[in-house]
């Protein structure tokens, strides 16, 4: 089991993955070459590094990693579980390094390359043959923040349980989309997707295209990201594109070679961003854009792709068949890109991948394709493939011809098996969870309604009001437990309309509006059916409050929570009642009065901290994911983390704290919180003071809610905190830029 992991290389992706590791609840170390006046400061400063890049899940785990250097700290890595190494791309300082661990590290330690070059083969020392059954590649996608990719292979007599196990590894602890690969140079996503990226470039010139166009071509239309080909080259920089193409030539004999005039500006360190310009540039306020055929600088201007915006309307992937018809150049430029393209994938795909499906996933994964080159070719048609190959003057490969003769690549669901020519079943494919994973949310956004199995029910939340509708369509397929997943618009309160009737001072209508809102939490306590909510993304303001009043949480460890503006006057309802019978129920044991005045106390202190949450574990250990809860940095895995916790909580009794057995009691005037009331704002004071005084009152649920809504209307009667909360929520829920 992988408790404990070592990083050796502090550049943006061993940096990254200490960080991710550390998220994940990992003991890091980290090495780095020793630095002069610190030993451990290249390390150091890497990570620093990553963190202000936000390669960290959970802020806090920074205090997990430990730093040294490669020169005198190989030792520490004497316990670890997994060590990777992410090094320069250099196959003889590679291989020193092996040699140096090999006399560290016990024989049960996974060591794990993070290469996009060599093969497995090539790095290994012959002397080390007896690691061949731990030495694996984990081929990280930078930033995995946001690129989940991540390209695993071993050699044969390395995919034991111990392997399989690692793979589980990295998909449910590390929150990676794993994908089994050939032990190939490039691997799947590198050397299709540099191979695509290449031909774009390539044929800008060849066609005498402005990359302004270019960029309009190969963006959403061909279900690529915004940044298309050449802005992409600007963010990555032109210098991994010319060094990262020479390689895979080098290592595979196939075609990356790019044009002249890339490798002008790369002489000439116009790299990208990184140095101010590459292919774009501003100087002054003129923006400015290389030219392939004048090979200068001219001004910037806008795409001229004739039907491009009526195009853009129709949806993907139907409209590549209106960017296949473009008007000469542009119809020109897509139709050889794309059969360039399928061509190599045809071509390649036996050496490199295990199956078709893992080149689409790769692609979609790693490059951010809408859909792979195979979905693509289905779409389309093998016919019309046929002839786009045809026309860039290729040969047909025969995976092709399978192709026509099962009539299709998918059929009925199976797929075409590239080295047997033969169908299999879909489901058989290592990829199948983590994309069927990926499909039920999809689904589930799309439908408001998922069937997880075993009787739970997802329910897509998009607002309180229409919750009670929501939860009796679910309750109509008599499900054994419910899974909420909240998307609410801006904070989730309809804090405009309750400020809105504050300022015309119809108080019998806001009082009326607040009890609606508890009434809805209410109905979530008290279904009859475990509830358990998942939360992911926005999920600060209501989304948290539906926590706090379901049975259990299942959260993503980035899931922004809490509730912001509290103490502006922006009251969470429902939120400090949840709090205080919650802080109570778990205090059960101890004398009434004491019970009441710790339950109140936590409440507050709880509202106080939950205005500034950077982390689902912190939202966690503050009580405001309810008393079940759990992270997960498997964020594909999150619906089926719910459910499961939802199918053992309906089989166990129910254990619900909003089932008062009696009246709580009242809380004595004085209240130890976290800071000090004194040390607030003024007007800040004054809410806190107002929910305290609410929090404080005995009785039934029905009083402490009734004392609530007592408290809203009592903060917003006053016109400077009306003024004040309005500044706060659109401050809160303007668009970011």
Not at 56 to 79: K, Q, S, T, Y
Not at 247 to 258: N, P
Not at 319 to 334: H, I, N, T, W
Not at 543 to 562: K, N, P, Q, R
Request: glycine share 10%.
């Amino acid at each position: 089991m992988i408790e404990k992991i070592g990083v050796l290389g502090a550049g943006s992706m061993g940096a990254a993955v200490a960080a991710l590791a550390a998220s994940a609840g990992l003991e890091v170390i980290l090495l780095d070459v020793k630095g002069q006046d610190d030993p451990a400061g290249p390390a150091r400063r890497g990570l620093e590094r990553a963190a202000k890049q936000r390669a960290f899940l959970d802020p806090a785990a920074i205090a997990r990693v430990r730093f040294g250097n490669v020169e005198d700290d190989l030792g520490l890595l004497a316990d670890c579980d997994w060590v990777l190494e992410a090094i320069i791309e250099n196959r003889g300082v590679k291989r020193d390094l092996f040699r140096r661990l090999h006399s560290v590290l016990p024989p049960q330690t996974i060591v794990t390359t993070n290469t996009s070059t060599f093969t497995l083969q090539q790095l290994l020392p012959e002397e080390l043959a007896n690691w061949r059954e731990r030495f694996f590649v984990t081929h990280f996608f930078n930033p995995p923040r946001a690129l989940l990719l991540c390209e695993v292979t071993a050699f044969p007599e390395g995919e034991t349980e111990r392997f399989h196990g690692f793979v589980r590894f990295l998909e449910q602890r590390l929150g990676r989309r794993v994908l089994l690969v050939r032990d190939t140079p490039g691997f799947v996503a590198n050397r299709f997707g540099i191979y695509a990226l290449v031909h774009a470039v390539r044929l800008t010139g060849e066609l005498g295209l402005a990359p302004e166009d270019v960029d309009a071509l190969t963006g959403p239309l061909l279900g690529r990201p915004r940044s298309a080909t050449f802005r992409t080259i600007d963010l990555t920089g032109l210098d991994i594109l010319v060094l990262g193409t020479r390689s895979l030539q080098e290592s595979t004999g196939d075609d990356y070679a790019v044009p002249d005039w890339i490798l002008d500006l790369y002489e000439a360190n116009r790299l990208g961003d990184k140095t101010g310009g590459g292919i774009f540039r501003r100087e002054g306020d003129q923006q400015l854009t290389y030219d392939p055929v004048l090979r200068a600088d001219r001004p910037a201007r806008p795409a001229a792709v004739p039907g491009l915006e009526d195009l853009l309307r129709q949806p993907f992937p139907q409209r590549l068949l209106g960017a296949l018809e473009l008007p000469s150049p542009y119809g020109d430029y897509v139709r050889h890109l794309l059969g360039r393209t399928f061509g190599y994938v045809l071509l390649r795909t036996k050496d490199a991948a295990r199956d078709i499906a893992s080149v689409d996933r790769a692609l979609e994964w790693g490059f951010g394709w809408a859909a792979g080159p195979y979905a693509q070719m289905q779409f389309l048609g093998l016919p019309r493939v046929r002839a786009l190959i045809a026309e860039t003057g290729l040969p047909a490969p025969e995976l092709l011809d399978l192709a026509e003769r099962h009539g299709g690549f998918f059929v009925d669901g199976q797929v075409l098996d590239p080295v047997t020519g033969d169908l299999v079943p879909e489901e058989q494919l290592p990829s199948t969870r983590r994309t069927l994973q990926i499909r039920v949310r999809e689904a589930l956004d799309r439908e408001g309604l998922r069937d997880l199995g075993d009787g739970v029910l997802a329910l897509r939340v998009r607002s309180l009001a229409g919750f009670p509708e929501t939860l009796e369509r679910a309750l109509a397929h008599w499900p054994a437990a419910l899974v909420l997943v909240p998307t609410f618009e801006g904070l989730g309160y309809p804090y405009g309309e309750l400020l809105e009737l504050a300022e015309a001072g119809n108080w019998g209508e806001l009082e009326a509006r607040l009890a609606q809102l508890q009434q809805v939490l209410r109905t979530v306590a008290s279904a009859p059916v475990p509830v358990v909510t998942a939360l992911d993304g926005e999920a600060r303001g209501a989304a948290t409050t539906l926590a706090l009043w379901s049975d259990a949480t299942v959260a993503y460890l980035t899931a922004a929570t809490g509730f912001p503006g509290m103490s502006a006057g922006l009251l969470p309802v429902g939120a400090a009642v949840a709090l205080r019978v919650r802080s109570e129920a778990r205090a059960s044991t101890l004398a009434t009065p004491l019970r009441a005045e710790l339950g109140t106390a936590n409440a507050l202190a709880g509202l106080l901290a939950a205005e500034r949450v950077d982390s689902a574990a912190r939202a966690g250990a503050l009580g405001l994911l309810g008393d079940r809860w759990l992270v997960t940095v498997d964020r594909d895995g999150l619906l089926e983390a719910a459910a499961g916790l939802a199918r053992a909580l309906a089989r166990s009794v129910p254990a619900r704290p909003f089932a008062l057995g009696e009246p709580l009691a009242e809380a004595g005037e004085r209240l130890a919180v976290g800071p000090k009331l004194a040390e607030l704002e003024p007007a800040a004071r004054l809410v806190i003071e107002t929910v305290a005084r609410a929090l404080r009152r005995a009785g039934n649920l029905d009083d402490l809610l009734a004392a609530e809504r007592t408290a809203v209307l009592d903060v917003l009667q006053r016109a400077e905190a009306r003024s004040q909360a309005g500044t706060t929520l659109q401050a809160l829920t303007a668009p970011r830029r």
